[in-house]
């Protein structure tokens, strides 16, 4: 789904009741004040969806953090993904918090990173999206029989769910869903590189790319300090040359001026 079709959603998991609860927590109010909002904060994402749905107290008491209210204002799309793929219990307040105050690439030379690759946790750049080894992403059947792991070993993997959607900049459709593991994260267990098994084809390549952006979500940069919110930027004519099969060839790496002239020509 596009951000712009979670919108809805904001209301439910952004906004506290009007009135006031009439009900407690039980014994985490006897907790003092410093000590409940410390073990909020550290609560995965599920346990805190599940918080704010257990009463009106979880729900004032979890809209009440700065933390919480960052995160659903700036990092909707990306908390519905979560939910979605059943990777939220994986990922606790602070830990969501934290990346959508980290501008820098964790895999790179710390380029602005408007992505978040869900298996792994990892602040990330678009280039490394596509191309990082610890971006990639297959389907569990496929893993499962290159490396032979053991049900332990897969659990492990922390397995997800893709959903349907439209990923990547050519907007490649999945209709189907399918569970999914990190190739890096499954040749690390099993002791082995997880090989590709030789040069691939462009095209398939490009399949691939399109298959690690179900495994990531775009996440904007939050200042804590001043409160503004960087997204990166979208080229248009990056876009374009994409359409037309200029990106990703030498035409486009190799001679960029030929490059640029022939967007332009296209464009104008």
């Known amino acids: 789904m596009l951000p712009r079709e979670y919108l809805p959603v904001r209301t439910s998991v952004g906004t506290p009741f009007s009135h006031a609860s009439e009900r407690g927590l039980g014994m985490l109010d006897r907790l003092p ?76 030379c710390g380029e602005f990173s408007g992505f978040m690759f869900l298996p792994t946790w990892t602040r990330c750049c678009f280039r490394c999206v596509q191309n990082a080894p610890e971006t990639q992403v297959r389907s569990l059947a496929s893993v499962r029989k290159q490396l032979g792991l053991s049900k332990a070993q897969i659990l492990s993997l922390r397995p ?17 869903r399918i569970t999914a593991v990190s190739l890096h994260l499954a040749g690390l267990l099993a002791g082995q590189p997880a090989k590709e098994g030789g040069q691939a084809p462009l095209a398939d390549c490009q399949q691939r790319r399109n298959f690690n952006s179900l495994a990531s979500c775009a996440l904007p940069h939050y200042d804590k300090r001043t409160g503004h919110v960087e997204r990166g930027l979208s080229c248009a004519g990056c876009q374009l040359a994409f359409e037309k099969g200029v990106v990703g060839t030498r035409r486009y790496y190799g001679q960029r001026k030929p490059a640029i002239r022939y967007i332009l020509k296209v464009a104008f």
Do not use: W
């Open 160 to 176: 997800f769910r893709t959903f349907p959607g439209i990923y990547s900049m050519d907007e490649s459709p999945y209709k189907s």
């Open 33 to 108: 004040p410093e000590l409940l909002y410390d073990i909020v904060l550290r609560l995965d994402m599920h346990s805190m969806f599940r918080l704010r749905q257990a009463n009106r107290r979880g729900r004032q008491m979890a809209d009440a953090l700065s933390e919480y209210r960052a995160v659903v204002t700036h990092g909707l799309n990306l908390l519905c993904a979560l939910l979605r793929t059943r990777l939220a219990a994986f990922v606790s307040l602070s830990d969501f918090y934290h990346s959508l105050c980290t501008r820098g690439c964790a895999l790179c």
